[in-house]
């Protein structure tokens, strides 16, 4: 079974830049979550993909976008990125039922974004 | 609004001793709760999980945590520490069955003395 993999490790961008963050699903997972922790806090939830549309949204702004794609797999998107949006971008997946209600996630090793 | 409150950012225990983590949440509804474990530059590891049933939960590496309705209260415990132990610890409260994702504690730091 292949746990959640997520891709680049590390990655530094620009104030005002764009940046793509990938994550792939645990095998047998339907809905991707993201998750926003910045240094010496728990993790913020971002957003909540299943069956490729967004389903739950946390505090934040519009600039913050996702896509899942049909194999699960799923990215997460900032536009016009901010010295605070350095973090580390954890990726969850898990086994979404009906309306896409997910109770258990399993995550990813993170995504360590430094904005210069 | 829901939230989760570790109220200890440092915990220093020796090796061998006992540990306890506390966990204290506030939720509207029958809450689910997780304990995670991050070791640095790592992503977070399910602990243990309440959903509902026995209050007293058993997880992996001898770890168990009892849901205290009365208290809102989510304490870990372990009754031996190695030193792999030594990692970040997240208390985590969801909706169950919801799309509103998982709120997290700010975390305990557990150092081990040998």
């Known amino acids: 079974e292949t746990g959640v993999t997520q891709s680049p490790t590390h990655l530094i961008k620009t104030r005002g830049q764009q940046v793509t963050l990938r994550c792939s699903s645990q095998?047998?997972?339907?809905?991707v979550s993201w998750y926003q922790q910045a240094l010496g806090q728990g993790p913020q939830f971002i957003f909540q993909y299943y069956r490729e549309e967004e389903n739950g949204r946390g505090n934040f702004p519009p600039r913050f976008s996702g896509l899942q794609f049909p194999n699960y797999s799923s990215e997460l998107n900032v536009n016009a990125l901010e010295l605070d949006d350095s973090a580390l971008y954890l990726c969850a997946s898990s086994l979404g039922e009906g309306m896409g209600l997910v109770y258990e996630q399993y995550f990813g090793p993170g995504t360590r974004l430094t904005v210069t | 609004a829901q939230s989760v409150t570790q109220p200890d950012i440092h915990i220093t225990v020796s090796e061998g001793a006992s540990l306890e983590l506390r966990c204290n949440y506030s939720?509207?509804?029958?809450?689910?709760l997780f304990w995670y474990v991050q070791s640095p530059g790592q992503g977070l590891q399910l602990l243990l999980k309440?959903?509902?049933?026995?209050?007293l939960v058993q997880g992996i590496k001898g770890f168990e945590a009892e849901f205290k309705r009365s208290q809102s209260s989510f304490n870990l415990r372990k009754p031996s520490v190695h030193w792999s132990d030594a990692a970040e610890y997240f208390c985590a409260v969801g909706p169950g069955g919801g799309a509103d994702g998982l709120t997290f504690g700010k975390g305990t730091h557990l150092i081990i003395q040998p």
């Open positions: 939720y509207g509804a029958t809450p689910y």
């Open positions: 095998s047998g997972h339907n809905t």
């Open positions: 309440y959903f509902s049933g026995d209050t």
